[in-house]
């Protein structure tokens, strides 16, 4: 069964400063990633997604993919206290199935 | 555009009762799923439909869940006998077939 590993499991960044976060999956098919979000008290909420081998970014926000070591990363550059929340990874499981396997997270703070 | 809808948002039954909780997704999308999330286990997956029909049971704990969805407008996730240690926030999530999965605001369970 699929393990979708994220560390670190809380991260503690000043305002400004660049949060980095990383998620690796166990199944030698997965071949791209989700990045989810959830604030406090809500639902997670898709942040960003990758497809192909390299850097994806989304103004404050850069995602990475290595596909031969099945690792991604996402990082938040500028940090906000608004960016303060729990970050969830997730990889497709199995063939073609739309089925996620999502991280057990990272908790993110942003003090002022 | 009203996102994925849940009902109730919060539920409290006693050790042994039944509790049936409610997905409307989003109109047009063809998956969806129900994930399980508490702080111990994550967000763990349950089941998921496409097209209405069940593709995928693996997460459900099989003698006292069960889930239906009898038309594209609604799912149901049932918990009969529920125990302690089902209480969580229970997500519902729609998608197209491999995309993006919006989630609903969540039911939180609890059982005394």
């Known amino acids: 069964q699929q393990k979708v590993q994220q560390s670190p499991e809380s991260l503690i960044v000043p305002e400004g400063g660049m949060a980095s976060l990383n998620c690796t999956s166990s199944d030698r098919n997965v071949d791209y990633f989700w990045w989810y979000r959830q604030h406090s008290g809500k639902s997670p909420k898709m942040l960003m997604s990758i497809f192909s081998n390299g850097e994806k970014e989304e103004g404050r926000f850069t995602v990475h993919l290595n596909k031969a070591s099945l690792h991604t990363s996402l990082h938040i550059r500028d940090s906000q206290p608004s960016d303060s929340a729990l970050y969830l990874c997730a990889a497709p499981t199995g063939a073609n199935t739309g089925k996620l396997t999502f991280g057990h997270g990272t908790i993110l703070r942003v003090h002022p | 555009n009203a996102g994925v809808i849940q009902t109730p948002r919060h539920k409290v039954t006693g050790k042994g009762q039944e509790a049936t909780l409610w997905c409307e997704p989003i109109s047009g999308h063809s998956a969806v799923f129900w994930y399980r999330q508490t702080i111990v286990q994550g967000l763990e997956f349950l089941t998921y439909?496409?097209?209405?029909?069940?593709?995928?049971d693996s997460g459900m704990p099989k003698e006292r869940f069960s889930a239906q969805m009898p038309n594209q407008s609604h799912s149901t996730l049932k918990i009969q006998s529920t125990q302690p240690q089902d209480s969580a926030v229970y997500l519902c999530?729609?998608?197209?077939?491999?995309?993006?999965?919006?989630f609903g605001p969540g039911t939180r369970l609890t059982v005394l």
């Open positions: 439909f496409r097209n209405q029909a069940p593709i995928d």
């Open positions: 999530a729609s998608s197209l077939v491999y995309a993006e999965q919006f």
